[in-house]
């Protein structure tokens, strides 16, 4: 599904007088349709970047991402257009993120119906199947209208996981997906991504977590010194 072979990046900080920070360098793996890849290392090692590169957040320096897409075949998404990044994007690729980056004043239910009725589905299946996820992942029906902003950190993360894969897109990137949980919600999550899985989801996760990287991953990359 997506292979990366010699990926490196750099990042000119101009606060720092133009100083070049090494990123990473000469990443390479492979991962299989359906498969799962851990993503292991330190912080500050470059993992979040890598998943970033994938995402194209950030262009890399060097290297390729093959990936097959289910619209254009096998495309480089290191260099890819901005327009077939944005179509894979809205069709194909999730990101988990650590943080919830929303619109504000837009209800919970219709930030996680949102990817859905950008594809294509009807507003009311959205919602219905949006409700049924947030309700698994401990939501109160309550706070179905309320505003994210107001919600706990927890709660702000179950509602980005949420959203990241009511579709079950073909490739899920995750940066850290449960962080931020507590036990219960972490089994929830596992048992979800489990269940994606399952239905041909590939994905690459970073983590911290060794238990739920141990649950989700069929193999694992450790990153050291940024390589």
């Given at each position: 599904m997506i292979k990366i072979s010699g990926l490196s990046k750099t990042f000119r900080m101009h606060i720092l007088k133009g100083k070049i920070i090494e990123g990473f360098k000469d990443v390479s793996f492979s991962v299989k349709p359906g498969q799962a890849l851990g993503i292991k290392g330190k912080s500050g090692k470059g993992k979040s970047s890598v998943l970033k590169c994938v995402y194209r957040t950030y262009i890399p320096g060097s290297g390729s991402i093959m990936y097959a897409s289910g619209s254009y075949g096998d495309m480089d998404l290191a260099c890819a257009s901005e327009h077939e990044v944005i179509s894979v994007r809205k069709s194909e690729i999730s990101f988990?993120?650590?943080f919830l980056h929303i619109i504000p004043r837009v209800s919970a239910l219709d930030v996680v119906a949102e990817p859905l009725v950008a594809s294509g589905a009807g507003a009311a299946e959205a919602r219905e199947k949006a409700a049924a996820l947030l309700s698994e992942l401990?939501?109160?029906e309550?706070?179905?209208d309320a505003f994210p902003s107001t919600f706990s950190g927890g709660e702000k993360q179950r509602i980005?996981?949420?959203r990241s894969?009511?579709?079950a897109p073909r490739l899920l990137l995750m940066d850290e997906p449960t962080a931020s949980l507590d036990k219960k919600s972490t089994v929830t999550v596992v048992e979800l991504l489990k269940g994606l899985k399952k239905?041909?989801?590939t994905m690459i996760g970073a983590f911290h977590d060794m238990w739920v990287m141990d649950q989700i991953s069929d193999s694992?990359?450790?990153m050291d010194g940024g390589q």
């Open positions: 988990i993120t650590q401990g939501i109160p309550g706070l179905f980005n996981i949420a894969i009511i579709k239905k041909g989801t694992i990359y450790e």
